[in-house]
């Protein structure tokens, strides 16, 4: 098994190696996202981690819903369908840990079934994100690997301060 992510990339069948690249470095972000995320003290998941008021349960709540959102952007540029974003197991203002941590597994479920059809030329498509960026499909799956590991170092550092 050629695979970062400890995954038999052969059941997606994807129509690229592109995209059987990115589907495994996304889902090597998210092992590595559950892993670090399940490790947190409980008594650290809702302590502030800036003047914002953020904590390891808002950051994991945005991080799998930004996750949810950057793909569907990303498939639906490349003029494919995507998931439900009302879809997500992440609604309402409370959320616990294993809701988050839920969450992550089930798009490690479905993420790879909606992306495994794109071609090159369906990473090469351009438009402009939600909040103003140009950039093209292949550039917003990547955008949502490094995303995981940002707000990986993000917890990492913040909440030991």
Request: glycine share 8%; proline share 3%.
């Amino acid at each position: 098994m050629n695979s970062i992510s400890g995954m038999d990339l052969k059941i997606f069948n994807c129509a690229s190696g592109e995209i059987e690249a990115l589907t495994d470095l996304w889902l090597k972000g998210m092992n590595d996202f559950i892993d670090y995320y399940s490790s947190i003290p409980e008594e650290l998941l809702t302590r502030p981690i800036d003047k914002e008021g953020e904590t390891a349960i808002s950051a994991g709540k945005h991080v799998m819903g930004a996750a949810l959102g950057h793909f569907k952007w990303s498939i639906e540029l490349a003029g494919l369908t995507g998931p439900d974003k009302k879809s997500s197991l992440l609604t309402g203002e409370s959320q616990s840990r294993e809701q988050i941590l839920d969450e992550a597994e089930r798009l490690k479920k479905i993420i790879p079934g909606f992306i495994s059809p794109m071609t090159n030329d369906h990473l090469s498509n351009q438009g402009t994100t939600s909040w103003g960026e140009h950039m093209s499909s292949e550039g917003m799956i990547e955008h949502t690997i490094v995303h995981l590991y940002r707000h990986i170092r993000q917890l990492k550092v913040r909440l030991y301060k």
